[in-house]
């Protein structure tokens, strides 16, 4: 079974700058997709970016980016400028299409507040 | 473009009896997802449809849980008889699988329940 780890329970940057959120995962599989999901405190969960393992460049969404190491099974975000409107949870999640199951397997979360 | 739907957003019952939550995806959307969410943790798969019928539910507690989508469109889910632990965020999400494989994943607000 798929295991998402998030070592970092809470965070917190100043406005402006740059953090790095944490995630590894434990997997067998060679191809799967990884997702890092924002829930503000409003707890609608928002796509932030997604990977594809088989690509071997990192995703990038505008203040976002992602460092994928396939071998180390880890999978990091960095939020550049961060903004007040960043402040939420973040999960990491893990996908594998098997049978035409897309079971999502999330970490724990970690909370991110940006201080102004 | 209306999000995913659930309905109601909050509800408080006493242990064992019953509570059934609605959820209406976004128009199109052939693939519904229903994730448990306990406080301090990321969301868990209860049960995956496609269209009417279920691809995964191997994670329903399938002794109290159960969930329909009849006209593969909108989804009930029920719990009978409730327990403690059964307190948690209950998430509804839907997608549109294409050929590009994109497999984005739209949450709905949630429904938080509290047994009692």
């Known amino acids: 079974a798929q295991t998402v780890t998030q070592s970092q329970p809470e965070m917190s940057v100043q406005e402006a700058e740059t953090v790095t959120l944490s995630c590894t995962y434990d997997t067998s599989e060679n191809n799967y997709y990884l997702f890092w999901y924002k829930q503000p405190p409003s707890r609608q969960m928002i796509l932030v970016i997604r990977q594809e393992a088989y690509k071997q460049q990192n995703a990038t969404e505008n203040r976002f980016s992602v460092n994928f190491q396939k071998a180390a099974k880890s999978f990091s975000l960095k939020i550049s400028d961060s903004q007040l409107g960043d402040t939420a949870m973040y999960f990491c999640a893990f996908m594998k299409r098997q049978g035409g199951s897309e079971k999502l397997v999330f970490g724990k979360g970690t909370k991110l507040t940006v201080n102004p | 473009e209306a999000g995913v739907a659930q309905s109601p957003r909050y509800k408080i019952i006493e242990k064992r009896q019953s509570v059934a939550f609605w959820c209406n995806p976004i128009?199109?959307?052939?693939?519904l997802y229903w994730y448990q969410q306990i406080l301090g943790q990321g969301p868990k798969l209860l049960i995956q449809f496609q269209n009417n019928g279920v691809v995964d539910d191997s994670q329903l507690p399938k002794d109290r849980f159960s969930a329909e989508r009849l006209k593969g469109v909108d989804s009930t889910l029920k719990i009978q008889p409730a327990k403690l632990e059964d307190s948690a965020v209950y998430l509804c999400?839907?997608?549109?699988?294409?050929?590009?494989?994109?497999?984005?994943?739209?949450f709905g607000p949630g429904t938080r329940l509290t047994v009692l």
């Open positions: 999400a839907s997608s549109s699988i294409t050929t590009t494989g994109n497999n984005e994943q739209f």
């Open positions: 128009s199109g959307h052939a693939t």
